[in-house]
């Protein structure tokens, strides 16, 4: 009998694990019980805890650059996709991005995937800026410190008050249209 499961259920269950439980929690018997089948199913898909690590990683990059990119991307013709950004990211939960950069600061692999997410990252930040009429070098100024307001929020364990918040999101917004 085939195995129903795919390597993305695989997958998706680990960036859940890795969000709620951080990265020790990524191993194949733990994760077959959460699936309700075998290692042998794991083992399937991924020849070993470090293929999976590495397919895990990949794959946060995908849920957590590419997907947003796209979706910003597609998003209709009125909509300023740089104001979409700054609602969507700072008025979500980051326990995924908390995580994967707690992972990396004793990941070499793991850092790997964060420094190149951070750069693609950035250099989308950077474009948005440029086309809102900004010059690459201020692009690339307000880009970065944009990035910087980020990864300090996903990294806070002091969320503020869902007011607050809004007030702060504003005023970011208030600075990006400058």
């Known amino acids: 009998m085939a195995d129903p499961l795919s390597a993305k259920d695989w997958l998706d269950l680990g960036l859940k694990t890795l969000a709620k439980s951080g990265f020790t929690a990524l191993k194949a018997e733990p994760l077959a019980r959460a699936m309700g089948v075998s290692r042998g199913s794991f083992y399937w898909h991924f020849a070993d805890i470090g293929a999976y690590h590495a397919a895990i990683l990949k794959h946060w990059r995908e849920v957590a650059a590419e997907q947003i990119i796209a979706g910003l991307e597609a998003a209709s013709e009125g909509d300023n996709p740089l104001l979409l950004l700054l609602r969507r990211t700072f008025s979500s939960k980051l326990a995924l991005e908390n995580a994967v950069r707690t992972w990396a600061t004793l990941d070499s692999r ?27 070098g201020v692009a690339r100024s307000r880009a970065q410190i944009f990035y910087w307001a980020f ?17 702060v999101l504003q005023e970011l917004l208030r600075m990006a249209l400058r």
Do not use: C
Not at 110 to 134: H, K, N, W
Not at 151 to 167: T, V
């Open 110 to 136: 793991a850092r790997a995937a964060v420094q190149a997410t951070d750069r693609r990252r950035l250099a989308y930040v950077q474009t948005l800026f440029e086309r809102s009429g900004l010059s690459p």
């Open 151 to 167: 990864l300090g929020y996903a990294l806070s364990d002091q969320p503020l008050p869902k007011a607050r918040q809004r007030e």
